[in-house]
């Protein structure tokens, strides 16, 4: 059966389930991990500044990029940095191995679905 089959005799072709709940610092951080290539660290940063998930160590380079930089994503040497809608971030260092533009891509794409505030992350 072709789509316009499918359309004309009723059944529908899209999930009406909708988007998908947001991801958690966590969640983010193995996203990002499963995505990407020769990701050294990682950290999730809230809009404040505080650390929800990753690498505690990774979190000064991170801020300091983030007051410095007036765009996301941004990069310094082996750092990027994307800020999710909220205002939270993550950030991840780059091992020698990375593709940089593609883990730019990757980390915009899971700052995009992540929730940094408590009131964004679904329960259960």
Same mark, same amino acid.
């Given at each position: *059966? $072709? !789509?316009?089959? *499918?359309?004309? !005799? @009723? $059944?529908?072709?899209f999930s009406p389930a909708g988007m998908t709940a947001p991801l958690t610092p966590a969640l983010a951080l193995a996203y990002l991990h499963e995505l990407s290539v020769d990701v050294r660290a990682a950290v999730v940063l809230d809009r404040a @500044?505080?650390? =929800?998930? @990753? &690498? &505690?160590? =990774?979190?000064p380079r991170a801020r300091a990029l983030l007051a410095a930089a007036g765009a996301s994503p941004a990069s310094a040497g082996d750092l990027l940095v994307a800020r999710a809608?909220? #205002?939270?971030? +993550?950030?991840? +260092?780059? #091992? &020698?191995?990375?593709? =940089?533009p593609v883990l730019e891509h990757d980390l915009c794409a899971a700052a995009a679905a992540l929730? $940094?505030?408590?009131?964004d992350v679904p329960e259960g």
């Open positions: *059966m $072709t !789509s316009h089959a *499918m359309r004309d !005799s @009723g $059944t529908r072709v @500044g505080a650390v =929800l998930a @990753g &690498e &505690e160590a =990774l979190a809608p909220d #205002g939270g971030a +993550i950030a991840a +260092i780059a #091992g &020698e191995f990375a593709l =940089l929730a $940094t505030t408590v009131r």
